[in-house]
């Protein structure tokens, strides 16, 4: 029977961006694409999420950039029945200096986020046109206050408490291009996890939309080795 993998996106919290990628699932895997409610905190967004989960069985949880606090919480929550967590391109704490917080990111995400941005942080210079417009699209669907109050959520994380009550297997699908997410933010989680593993992929930050057949083969290998699947 496939295994059902709830799925978290990153900040946009649209999940449009997982279409592509959910659309080549292996047969093993029933993809649950969950969209984040239109709100900023983590600990909100956690009491919205956490209604939505499978209501029995086991599960994983895959979670991309943003909303890997979120995912780290719902796995301590809902322990023993999730089975694995997959962690892309992420973070137990904030990966900035919470003195960004002074930026008016309200008024930043009143614009259009530039598509060199969208390329030089998240994608690379030979992503293909249409996956930076599907970008720009998804993060224009959040309200700019909903989006400032994320990066603020984010610049003041700390899941580290709830990462070592975990007692799942945690893999991190590492971009080596990711221009986001520090290197120590992977040793942290690899650090307090009980059982880590670290896969590298050639890619950028928006690795599930670049790298999605490498990417699904990194997690289905991981549910093999882990008894997941």
């Known amino acids: 029977m496939p295994l059902p993998l709830v799925m978290l996106p990153g900040m946009d919290g649209s999940g449009d961006l997982f279409h592509e990628f959910v659309a080549i699932a ?22 919205e999420l ?42 137990a704490t904030s990966p900035r200096h919470h003195a960004l917080r002074m930026i008016p990111w309200r008024l930043v995400f009143s614009f259009p986020p530039p598509t060199e941005i969208i390329r030089r942080l998240l994608l690379d210079s030979a992503a293909p046109h249409n996956l930076v417009a599907r970008v720009q699209a998804a993060v224009r669907k959040t309200h700019a206050r909903v989006m400032a109050a994320r990066i603020r959520a984010v610049l003041a994380v700390n899941e580290v408490g709830a990462l070592r009550k975990l007692s799942c297997p945690v893999l991190y699908l590492r971009g080596t291009n990711d221009r986001l997410i520090p290197q120590r933010n992977v040793d942290e989680i690899a650090r ?13 930050h928006m690795l599930l939309q670049t790298e999605s057949v490498r990417a699904w083969e990194a997690i289905e290998q991981f549910f093999r080795e882990t008894g997941a699947g």
Do not use: H
């Open 26 to 47: 292996p047969s093993s895997i029933t993809p649950l694409v969950t969209p984040l409610p239109s709100i900023g905190p983590y600990d909100d967004l956690l009491k």
């Open 192 to 204: 307090n996890a009980a059982i880590f593993k670290q896969c590298k992929i050639n890619g950028p």
């Open 50 to 91: 956490a209604v939505n989960i499978p209501e029995s069985g086991k599960f994983a949880i895959l979670a991309e950039s943003f909303s890997g606090p979120l995912a780290i919480c719902l796995a301590a929550l809902f322990a023993p029945r999730v089975v694995s967590l997959v962690l892309c391109n992420t973070f």
